[in-house]
């Protein structure tokens, strides 16, 4: 299976968070390691470098939470 994670293009999906943002909710970011929703840090203000607070790794997808409820089953 292709990894959808690695075909988001985040500057594209930057200029369309408003529109996410009505339609489905919250962006919300989510730890491919942790395999769960996440706190990030934001290192350079702006940038689109995102840093997971639990494990600080750097492998976060940024979406909508009912997207990734809907994707990963997760519990509400
Ligand atoms: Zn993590």
Known sequence: MTNFWDLIN???????RLYFSEE?????????DCKDIVEVERP???GYTFICKVCGGKNIAIWTKQW?????????
Do not use: N
Not at 24 to 32: A, L, N, S
Not at 68 to 76: F, N, Q, R, S
């Open 10 to 16: 985040i500057e594209e999906f930057w200029d369309k």
């Open 68 to 76: 990734l409820i809907e994707m990963y089953k997760l519990k509400k």
């Open 44 to 46: 350079q203000a702006g």
């Open 24 to 32: 489905r909710g919250e962006v919300t970011f989510y730890c491919k």
